[in-house]
């Protein structure tokens, strides 16, 4: 089974956007989400939306500025996993009566699993330490550990809270990335039999 032939050019769209500094594209972002945006203006003009919705200033941001920062590092690498299977191995789950749902979910999803693994490594480890979205995007309501951590060092100035948070952020992200490690270990000695 061929890949796509505009393949190049879906990973080009996806790509090209994060050329631009990540600050400039959560302004963006903000703007695009703000109660006179486009995207509330579209979702008001076919109903889907009153006056009184709020995407800016909400949880909802602040998810929808950390999916677009980070989204890119989940796509590359599972775009490798895939482009690396052997396409082989969808022909014969299909050749074995297996629908398109039980391929992708018995075929394509083992042989890709690595790649998710490291796309969510990859994601998880910035993700954890962002401020800039919840700022921008969620307000002063809207808290995750890189704002507190930014407010403990520059505005209460209590440089030991600041420190113990910023200690106990890197060892859940080294737990995080040791957990992979550790999964991708067994992956490789699982495959190796």
């Known amino acids: 089974m061929p890949w796509p032939p505009h393949q190049n050019l879906l990973i080009a769209a996806i790509v090209v956007p994060f050329f631009a500094n990540y600050l400039v594209r959560m302004y963006g972002w903000s703007v695009v989400l703000s109660d006179d945006g486009p ?11 009153d006056d009184d919705t709020k995407i800016l200033q909400t949880g909802a941001g602040v998810i929808a500025g950390l999916v677009y920062g980070f989204v890119v590092f989940m796509i590359i690498p ?4 895939m ?9 014969a789950g299909r050749d074995l009566y297996g629908g398109p749902l039980r391929t992708f979910f018995f075929v394509t999803v083992p042989a890709t699993r690595q790649g998710a693994a ?3 490594v990859l ?9 800039v979205s919840a ?3 969620g307000g002063p309501d809207q808290i995750m550990i890189g704002n507190l951590i930014q407010d403990k060092f520059f505005q209460g100035q209590n440089w030991p809270l600041g420190s113990a948070l910023t200690m106990l952020l890197m060892a859940v992200m080294f737990l995080g990335k040791l957990g992979y490690l550790r999964r991708t270990r067994k992956d490789e000695a699982e495959a190796a039999r």
């Not at 482009?83 to 022909?91: A, H, V, Y």
């Not at 994601?123 to 401020?131: E, W």
């Open 39 to 49: 995207l509330l203006k579209a979702l008001r003009a076919t109903g889907l939306a």
């Open 78 to 81: 599972l775009y490798a996993a």
């Open 83 to 91: 482009e690396r299977m052997d396409t082989s191995l969808i022909e």
């Open 118 to 120: 490291a796309g969510c």
């Open 123 to 131: 994601v998880f480890l910035p993700a954890m330490g962002d401020f």
């Open 135 to 137: 700022q921008l995007m």
